[in-house]
T-cell receptor, first 114, second 112 residues
Framework: DAGITQSPRHKVTETGTPVTLRCHQT?????MYWYRQDPGHGLRLIHY???????DKGEVSDGYSVSRSKTEDFLLTLESATSSQTSVYFC?????????????FGDGTRLSIL | QKEVEQDPGPLSVPEGAIVSLNCTYS??????FMWYRQYSRKGPELLMY????GNKEDGRFTAQVDKSSKYISLFIRDSQPSDSATYLC????????????FGAGTTVTVRA
């Protein structure tokens, strides 16, 4: 168990509304990541964080913003949701115990934009 | 062309068979290679983690990396119905951000 909790687990909302997804970790690791998973594309990185207030873009960052005001929480915001952002969103952490630790994932948030 | 290519399957095998999965990649900077298993409606779970070329064995699972051919494989021996899942390959280079590149995943069904 990687100690990652994602909330909400499911959400249905309408086009144009703001949406915020939360990732909470219990182990205080520096690196946290947000991915989206779509059929045929695998997991694609949206944004990642390497510390409080330190974030950077991934390959599919357009339309998304992130914030990290506490080590344990990493928030993903869709400022104005579009149907193309319907997806399953996963948060991941990388344990700090050594340089070469792999990433561990939460159980995801299923987001539907109608 | 995608950086990591993985045949999506689906792959269906009888219980006890050997499952063979593979990925090819184009970025010669990749040094670390992972296989994740993902059950339906769950997050990816790390299965195998290897560095550079060679074989690594863990119980019924064997991971192979051939950097000269840019090709990685995962073998599952004596497959069980509980091995039915989607298998994702992932890899990264040496950079400090630890960003991963994933294959699209192969869906495997082991028939009892």
């Amino acid at each position: 168990d990687a100690g990652i909790t994602q909330s909400p687990r499911h959400k249905v909302t309408e086009t144009g509304t703001p949406v915020t997804l939360r990732c909470h970790q219990t182990e205080n690791h520096r690196y946290m990541y947000w991915y989206r998973q779509d059929p045929g594309h695998g997991l694609r990185l949206i944004h990642y964080s390497y510390g409080v207030k330190d974030t950077d873009k991934g390959e599919v960052s357009d339309g998304y913003s992130v914030s990290r005001s506490k080590t344990e929480d990493f928030l993903l915001t869709l400022e104005s949701a579009t149907s193309s952002q319907t997806s399953v969103y996963f948060c991941a952490i990388r344990r700090d115990s050594s340089r070469n630790q792999p990433q561990h994932f939460g159980d995801g948030t299923r987001l539907s934009i109608l | 062309q995608k950086e990591v290519e993985q045949d999506p399957g689906p792959l269906s095998v009888p219980e006890g068979a050997i499952v063979s999965l593979n990925c090819t990649y184009s970025n010669s900077a990749f040094q670390y290679f992972m296989w994740y298993r993902q059950y339906s409606r769950k997050g990816p779970e790390l299965l195998m983690y290897t560095y550079s070329s060679g074989n690594k064995e863990d119980g019924r699972f064997t991971a192979q990396v051939d950097k000269s051919s840019k090709y990685i494989s995962l073998f599952i021996r004596d497959s069980q119905p509980s091995d039915s899942a989607t298998y994702l390959c992932a890899m990264r280079g040496r950079s400090n951000d630890y960003k991963l590149s994933f294959g699209a995943g192969t869906t495997v069904t082991v028939r009892a």
